[in-house]
């Protein structure tokens, strides 16, 4: 039996849990007519101000984590999201990892070991910038990466591969979400011809030299292949437990409101509490006053 933490938020941009996501289908923009930068702005202000209620309340209720994946192709905007999001919460109850090709030690332990490790604890918000994901994403265009995985039992069908690794981040998911972590993973989906505009800007301005890279370009060139793959990998993983939200991103003020918006509604939507107090620890509590104010 699947456990469910809490009713995802409704939202246009949720992928469904029947596997009949189509990406032609799942648009880049926001919704014309709708609000502009600065109403965006202002919105994703008042989010991270609920936002700060709300990680407190998590922190004190010590009951649940919350884990964040972000994944999507280059120059969608990730890290300047996690940035604009994440910019009102206490530091202490954050903590953001960064995944990039595997070390050889990870590469010594199956595919999930390196995210499992990372897991947030009670009380706290995990933000992933990439993740587990890369494994049937990056490593399913690039099939030739599984020669330093080692693996000790590799089907002759790749497609049988896929299969089970989609199970093995299902059953992952599951545990996690039995345990008390809170698992909601957006796709930043930014369309080709705005990733070309970014790119551009990055060679055109010299401060920003060093965001890019010519692997960017190979990348690229590979994008409807990228494209089947995360098509794949949302409609093979997008469960109540732990949902998928495809998030327009060429219009970074929007993808940044919507995303706030989606963390804040899910967080708002689990019981936490502050912890009441026994009668006992009440008696303390008025007295430890009464012994301050005497002083």
């Not at 919704?31 to 209620?53: F, M, T, V, W, Y």
């Amino acid at each position: 039996m699947e456990t469910t933490l809490f009713e995802p938020v409704a939202s246009p941009y949720l992928v469904p849990f029947d596997g009949s996501l189509r990406f032609d289908r799942m648009p880049t923009a926001p919704p014309r007519g709708g609000a502009d930068k600065s109403d965006n702005e202002a919105a994703l202000g008042s989010a991270i101000e609920a936002l700060q209620e709300a990680q407190k309340k998590l922190y004190a209720d010590d009951r649940y984590a919350l884990l964040v994946i972000f994944q999507a192709m280059d120059a969608a905007g990730k890290d300047g999201t996690i940035k604009a999001v994440m910019s009102g919460v206490n530091p202490a109850g954050c903590q953001v990892f960064s995944f990039k090709a595997p070390t050889h030690e990870e590469l010594d332990h199956d595919f999930l070991w390196r995210c499992w490790k990372n897991l947030p604890e009670r009380g706290r918000i995990g933000i992933f910038n990439r993740s587990h994901y890369e494994e049937v994403l990056v490593v399913k265009v690039n099939p030739g990466y599984l020669e330093g995985q080692r693996l000790p039992h590799r089907p002759a069908k790749l497609a049988e591969l896929w299969a089970q690794r989609y199970q093995s981040i299902r059953a992952a998911e599951q545990h996690w979400a039995r345990n008390g972590v809170v698992v909601l993973k957006f796709f930043l989906n930014v369309s080709k011809d705005e990733q070309k505009k970014r790119f551009l800007a990055r060679i055109d301005d010299p401060k920003a030299h060093w965001k890019f890279s010519s692997d960017d370009l190979k990348v690229r060139r590979g994008w409807d292949r990228y494209m089947d793959a995360y098509a794949d990998a949302l409609n093979e993983t997008s469960r109540p437990c732990a949902p998928w939200y495809a998030i327009p991103a060429d219009n970074k003020s929007f993808m940044r409101r919507t995303v706030a918006e989606i963390i804040l509604g899910t967080l708002e939507g689990l019981d936490l509490a502050y912890p009441k107090l026994s009668e006992a620890e009440r008696i303390a509590m008025v007295e430890a006053r009464a012994q301050l104010l005497a002083e």
